[in-house]
C-alpha cells in the first residue's frame, strides 16, 4: 500500500502561483511513476502532469504546459506541482496518484494504482 497525502491547495487571485504537495508513504516510493490529476466542479477528472520514476521525463496536459511544472525528490518521498499564471479554470480538488508504470501511461490515465484524496485550488478572477 501506498498513502498520498496531498498539501498546499487554498485561495488565490488570478495571475497568482500556488505549489502542491504530495507526500508518499508505505512501499518504496522511488519505484512510483507520479502524477496529478485535477476535477472542477461539474466535471471529470482530468490528467494534469506526470513525471517518471527517476524524474527525468515529464508530461503536461496543454491547458497548464508553460505555467506548471512538476517535479519530485526521492529521497523526500515528495512529489511537488508548482503551478504559475493560475487562472480561474484551473479551479479544481487536485489530486495526486501513483503507479508502478510509466509517466506516458499516467497520462494516458493509465496505470495508477494509488491516489490521495485531494487539495482544494480556487483561483478567483
Known amino acids: 500500500q501506498v498513502q498520498l497525502v496531498e498539501s498546499g491547495g487554498g485561495l488565490v487571485q488570478a495571475g497568482d502561483s500556488l505549489r502542491l504537495s504530495c507526500a508518499a508513504s508505505?512501499?518504496?516510493?522511488?519505484?512510483?511513476?507520479m502524477g496529478w490529476f485535477r476535477q472542477a466542479p461539474g466535471k471529470e477528472r482530468e490528467f494534469v502532469t506526470a513525471?517518471?520514476?527517476?524524474?527525468?521525463?515529464?508530461y503536461y496536459a496543454d491547458s497548464v504546459k508553460g505555467r506548471f511544472t512538476i517535479s519530485r525528490d526521492n529521497a523526500k518521498n515528495t512529489v511537488y506541482l508548482q503551478m504559475n499564471s493560475l487562472k480561474p479554470e484551473d479551479t479544481a480538488v487536485y489530486y495526486c496518484?501513483?503507479?508502478?508504470?510509466?509517466?506516458?501511461?499516467?497520462?494516458?490515465?493509465?496505470?495508477?494504482?494509488?491516489w490521495g484524496k485531494g487539495t482544494l485550488v480556487t483561483v478567483s478572477a
Open positions: 508505505g512501499r518504496t516510493f522511488s519505484d512510483y511513476a
Open positions: 496518484a501513483a503507479g508502478l508504470t510509466t509517466a506516458q501511461a499516467i497520462s494516458l490515465y493509465r496505470g495508477m494504482d494509488y
Open positions: 513525471i517518471s520514476v527517476s524524474g527525468t521525463v515529464t
